[in-house]
């Protein structure tokens, strides 16, 4: 059966958004926090989407918000525990993505063994590109990633240097939660996180394929 919606504008379709945590040993290494032997997941819903022309909002409770650049896989073909060698079947294909992440209520998270939802899953918490084909990326398990604020390098990696690559994660994920049409996985950031301050410009890429610019602002 053909879907009447159109996957070029999946952040439309309201499906889920899993995020892989830590998935970069140098990241992982930078917040202090042991390489993984499993992977790291959390979620974020639908209305943390925002494509370019829009702000990305600062959390009214947060004073301390940064950039976490990361590949997006976008799912085309739903299923429940994907073997690894069928997982790149059921790619649609990506989108570069930032998982804005409140820092400070992270932390505070941590001390108190509490769930990331307010850190991490904010209106305006994932920021996502125009859709990129899968054809488009002939390897991406090898493409730059970087991020730039107010026209300075802050994040530059390759998603060679991911701990779990792509099809071990959409195997993985899918023996937990049965993955759909339209779903989005963030595959984790590499080092150089850091604060962005209200008015500043998040200017990411990937190399030779896209680039997305957003502005940051706080809500009055
Ligand atoms: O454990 C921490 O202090 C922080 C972890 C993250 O925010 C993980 C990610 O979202 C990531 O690595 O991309
Ligand atoms: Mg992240």
Redesign the pocket.
């Known amino acids: 059966m053909t879907s009447s919606r159109n996957l070029n504008r999946f952040w439309e379709w309201g499906r889920k958004i899993i ?6 040993p140098d ?2 290494k930078e ?3 042991a390489v993984p032997t499993e992977p ?1 997941l ?1 979620l974020k819903p639908s209305s943390a989407y925002v494509t370019e022309g829009s702000s990305i909002m600062v959390p009214f409770y947060s004073h301390n918000l ?1 950039h ?1 650049v ?1 590949l997006g896989v976008v799912i085309g073909k739903g299923g429940t525990a994907i073997p690894q060698n069928a997982a790149m079947d059921h790619v649609a294909g990506y989108a570069l993505c930032l ?1 804005m ?1 409140a ?1 400070d209520v ?2 505070e998270c ?1 001390t108190k063994g509490l769930p ?1 939802t307010l ?2 899953a904010f209106n305006t918490s994932c920021p996502v590109s125009e859709f990129i084909p899968k054809e488009k990326i002939a390897d991406p398990g090898n493409v730059k990633i970087w991020l730039k604020v107010n026209g300075q390098l802050r994040q530059e990696g390759n998603t060679s240097q991911m701990i779990f690559s792509i099809p071990f994660l959409i195997s993985y994920i899918s023996e937990i939660i049965t993955l759909e049409e339209g779903d989005l996985i ?1 595959t ?2 590499p080092k150089g ?1 850091s604060s962005v301050q209200e008015h500043d410009e998040l200017l990411a890429g990937i190399e030779g394929i896209v680039s997305m610019k957003f502005r940051v602002d706080r809500p009055q």
Not at 19 to 24: A, I
């Open positions: 995020c892989v945590g830590r998935n970069y990241h992982a917040l202090k926090n790291v959390f940064h976490e990361e998982d992440t820092r992270q932390d941590k990331w850190a991490k963030l984790g950031t996180v």
